[in-house]
């Protein structure tokens, strides 16, 4: 009695529906067909004793055997709806439900608050399991944590016929594993190509990627090495470096490394060591071996080379000029300068260059101003002789023979000019010629 109170009050409280909990496949309750039954009613003291309908409540409706019987009767697919087609009939369902409410065991879905709990709580552990252990370490921990879960859940739908969710803790848990791993792999290729453009530096492409495969053999490395090397350093670099600013210095300086660095990586080396404005570059191997030298010696004829075989350069310049002393003899002048150069070097030793220079300089003297532009078109020829034996070139200034006015430097004091300007108001034609022994 006490138990059918407890069922009245949980169904009075539930929702409007409930989910059927069922027992099994169709005549899974039992089930008496309409000849037993009347068999029995004739034999009152037998039914009594088998306690048939003593304290049962009985469902009267069809229930068949095959599904060639069930056809266009009253039957439902439900889970138990099996490969022979066999489906329960209405009064099974009915008599499911009946069962439900007086056992207290439908299927009772767990509230909302507990269940939004469980599934952000899930998400929440895979996230932080996943960046915080290694894939390995982290799987395992999943899987067990996991079979826990998921066996209480089992357990407790058996025993209770509580519903906890499963299917939205099993999706956080392979699509977050399969996302930590594609993450965790996409962390390590960024690191790995960090390492490598670290290392490419200082050690060859071979050595990179056996510390990379293997990092025990940076411990375990040791052994005695034939090398070459090559050192390099900036002639003049305190003087260059005094007239320079900090930030510019350091920019110049890393190109510089870059620009000398390619050779020695073109050429099987690397670069050990760089210092200040030097560079050490290395060529290793287990024995002595003639071919590295001969490298390393090409590759100091590469970084003495040009750079490119062929440059283009393009600047502005401007000058503006007042004095300071109160002198109506010293000009003001101001200066627009736009040089425009081709530079073409062919491995064989032959250079060229071909400029254009605009200029347009506005004079001021006793109130009155005068104006000068013109277009000054220079050319430059040479050859450089092999194994750096010496340079030979020829100069034209001013190729079209301009003539302009052009006030230069010395004009800016009141000493006569004796220096020569920069630009000439003449074609100049020039021959040099320098050899190293």
């Known amino acids: 009695?006490?138990?059918?109170?407890?069922?009245?009050?949980?169904?009075?409280?539930?929702?409007?529906?409930?989910?059927?909990?069922?027992?099994?496949?169709?005549?899974?309750?039992?089930?008496?067909?309409?000849?037993?039954?009347?068999?029995?009613?004739?034999?009152?003291?037998?039914?009594?004793?088998?306690?048939?309908?003593?304290?049962k409540v009985v469902f009267i409706g069809m229930s068949e055997t095959s599904p060639v019987e069930q056809k266009d009767k009253d039957i439902f697919d439900t889970v138990y709806t099996g490969p022979s087609g066999l489906k329960l009939g209405g009064v099974e369902i009915a008599a499911t439900a009946a069962a439900n409410l007086i056992e207290d065991m439908p299927v009772r879905r767990l509230a909302y608050l507990p269940t939004f709990a469980i599934i952000i709580g899930w998400g929440l552990f895979v996230s932080v399991l996943w960046r915080s252990y290694m894939t390995v370490i982290a799987s395992w921990i999943t899987v067990g944590v996991a079979s826990i879960y998921f066996g209480l859940a089992f357990y407790v739908f058996r025993t209770n016929a509580m519903w906890y969710p499963v299917v939205?803790?099993?999706?956080?848990?392979?699509?977050?594993?399969?996302?930590?791993?594609?993450?965790?792999?996409?962390?390590?290729?960024?690191?790995?190509?960090?390492?490598?453009?670290?290392?490419?530096?200082w050690l060859p492409a071979d050595a990179i990627e056996r510390i990379i495969t293997s990092p025990e053999i940076v411990r375990k490395a040791s052994g005695l090495v034939y090398a070459t090397c090559l050192h390099t350093d900036v002639e003049g670099f305190t003087s260059i470096s005094e007239d320079m600013d900090p930030i510019n210095l350091s920019s110049v300086m890393n190109e510089y490394f870059k620009t000398i660095g390619q050779p020695v990586i073109r050429r099987g080396g690397f670069v050990s060591d760089q210092t200040g404005d030097s560079m050490l570059a290395i060529w290793a191997a287990a024995e002595p071996d003639v071919y590295l030298r001969h490298q390393a010696c090409a590759g100091a004829?590469?970084?003495?080379?040009?750079?490119?075989?062929?440059?283009?350069?393009?600047?502005?310049?401007?000058?503006?000029?007042?004095?300071?002393?109160?002198?109506?003899?010293?000009?003001?002048?101001t200066t627009h300068l736009l040089p425009l150069s081709f530079r073409f070097f062919y491995p064989s030793g032959f250079f060229m260059r071909l400029g254009a220079t605009y200029i347009d300089q506005e004079v001021t003297a006793d109130d009155q101003a005068q104006r000068e532009n013109v277009t000054l078109v220079d050319a430059e020829i040479g050859y450089r002789l092999p194994k750096r034996y010496g340079i030979f070139r020829v100069v034209a200034g001013n190729l079209f023979d301009d003539d302009f006015d052009f006030q230069g430097l010395a004009f800016r004091t009141n000493h006569p000019q004796e220096e020569l300007p920069p630009l000439l108001p003449s074609r100049t034609i020039s021959a040099q010629i320098t050899l190293n022994f």
């Open 1 to 55: 009695m006490k138990h059918t109170i407890k069922a009245l009050i949980n169904l009075y409280q539930s929702d409007d529906w409930q989910y059927l909990n069922f027992y099994g496949p169709a005549r899974s309750i039992n089930t008496i067909t309409y000849p037993d039954a009347i068999e029995l009613t004739r034999f009152p003291i037998k039914c009594d004793e088998e306690n048939i309908f003593t304290g």
């Open 168 to 201: 939205i803790p099993l999706l956080q848990m392979l699509v977050g594993s399969a996302l930590a791993v594609a993450r965790n792999r996409r962390d390590l290729e960024i690191r790995v190509v960090a390492i490598r453009q670290t290392l490419t530096e």
């Open 301 to 333: 004829l590469d970084i003495c080379a040009p750079a490119e075989t062929m440059s283009f350069g393009l600047e502005y310049r401007l000058n503006v000029f007042k004095s300071e002393i109160a002198d109506e003899n010293i000009p003001q002048t």
